[in-house]
């Protein structure tokens, strides 16, 4: 009996958790989505001093992809993970251009800090998702592969504080990795 009524605790608890999330993304207002979701704001973008950093990283890096060779591992390090849609804008610019990254290791998402079972991440601060809500599942952890590049993000150890009633990971676990290169 103990075993039963525990199983219906959790059911209940998990279906409260769903009716909750439902209860928020009925109650969030667009603007608000706007904030959660990190749409950029470029004014920093258009101030010179920005500018003139943004051309000396640029040339220091093309500067050491001249010296690679084949042999060489191409790494990235990136706060935000490049999803596909980003990749596939960058790949048509005629004033961007796309590097053959052998990986590219990310966070931000934190796993979707906030699992649901069954469904997974509810939320992902990513404003190429819509409003970050219910992103694909197959992007939010762990490795992946478009475009002949692999992408590894991390669940990493922290919380997100992108709505401020959420910063706690449920149905997450944290995690520290250990990525081996070997050759081949």
Known sequence: MKRIWRKLSRIFFILGLCMLAIYILNEISSET????????DESYGRSWEYVAYQKKLLFGLHKALERKSESDLLIALNHF?????RVDEI???????????????????HGGQIRVPILGAVFVPESWYRSG???????????????NTKHYVSTGLGSSNAVSFLNFRLFNSPEINLLTFTGG
């Open 91 to 109: 790949i048509d610019s005629t004033l961007l251009s796309w590097q053959n990254f052998d990986l590219i290791i990310s966070g931000h998402y």
């Open 33 to 40: 989505i706007g904030r959660i979701a990190y749409y950029p």
């Open 133 to 147: 809500f219910f992103p694909p599942q197959d992007r939010v952890r762990r490795l992946w592969e478009y475009y």
């Open 81 to 85: 993970p490049v999803v596909d849609e």
